[in-house]
């Protein structure tokens, strides 16, 4: 069972069902954590709409969250900026962006989870008066082919919440790899590895995840993809959907998710709608059961010209 993260002005219930979730109680930093959950939320409506953040980073623009290995693709500079928003009222503001160097793709991220001013309270219940909680994301990533049709990436990226009269930090680092095979690319990796973040009650886990998926075209028709993430102490969540193109340069987005950790989740359908043109993408996805209700994520990518 989720126990708030510890602190003498409570955040209100929607936060502890909401990113900045329940954290565990602080010591040997075991069991869920909800704590830094942005850091595992894909970042362009695209991601959203095929079921949640690859495994492999098939657009460099956001490969840094997703997988580093993918900034070795990067043959322009691309970036692209998200909102996504939850019928709970939680937000999250999202930049992304990557460039090719002589010595890879280099890649950077940045998240913010928020949700305007929250009442707070204190142990006996009375009010305190208000706070605005937040949560950040920053990161940075390379990555490089090292053979035909191989490549691999790293990547690091700081975490910081506050909820009110306190705060905790973290760092984690990703790795991964791309293989492309039989005209697919499978990937895979870690995401958030390293200690455990610190607060000024103790220390708290973060969400370390291990991907592993596979993203092939179908002739220029359509993409299709398939992932798994697996945390720990939970059985491998497992998503996939696929990008249909169709004329002007508008596609149909579509996926599914399946998490068997949590009954009342259990199979998620998403859906979605990109128009691109120009090197310019807007994209939407809408999600209807996201654990802190129905999800709207509208993104716009941007492709630079080659140099």
Do not use: K
């Not at 709207?296 to 492709?303: G, P, Q």
């Amino acid at each position: 069972m989720r126990t708030p993260f510890p602190r003498r002005a409570h955040l209100a219930p929607i936060l502890v069902l909401g990113l900045f979730g329940a954290l565990p109680a602080p010591s040997g930093a075991t069991g869920p954590t909800l704590a830094f959950l942005s850091a595992t939320r894909p970042l362009t409506a695209t991601q959203t709409a095929s079921g949640g953040l690859p495994a492999v980073g098939t657009d460099p623009a956001a490969a840094t969250r997703s997988n580093p290995a993918g900034l070795a693709r990067a043959e322009r500079a691309a970036a692209a900026a998200g909102h996504q928003s939850w019928q709970s009222g939680l937000a999250l503001e999202s930049l992304t962006g990557s460039i090719a160097t002589s010595l890879g793709g280099i890649g950077v991220d940045v998240s913010a989870v928020h949700a305007g001013s929250l009442p707070a309270y204190d142990a006996a219940g009375a009010t305190l008066g208000s706070f605005q909680p937040i949560e950040l994301a920053v990161g940075a990533g390379w990555g490089r082919s090292v053979l035909p049709g191989l490549r691999v990436g790293l990547g690091a990226r700081w975490l910081y919440l506050h909820g009110g009269e306190s705060a905790i930090t973290g760092v984690g680092f990703d790795c991964g790899l791309e293989v492309d095979f039989l005209g697919a690319v499978i990937g895979g990796g870690a995401r958030n590895l390293g200690a455990d973040a610190v607060g000024p009650s103790g220390r708290y886990p973060i969400p370390t995840e291990f991907t592993l998926g596979a993203s092939r075209p179908i002739g220029r028709l359509a993409r299709l993809e398939i992932h798994s993430v697996l945390r720990e102490g939970e059985v491998p969540i497992v998503f996939g959907g696929g990008r249909f193109h169709g004329p002007g340069g508008i596609s149909l987005l579509g996926g599914a998710a399946y998490d068997s950790n949590d009954p009342q989740l259990g199979f998620r359908p998403r859906a979605g709608l990109a128009i691109g043109t120009r090197g310019l993408e807007l994209a939407y996805a809408f999600a209807p059961d996201e654990e802190t209700g129905e999800l709207h994520h509208f993104s716009l990518s941007v492709l630079l010209p080659a140099r």
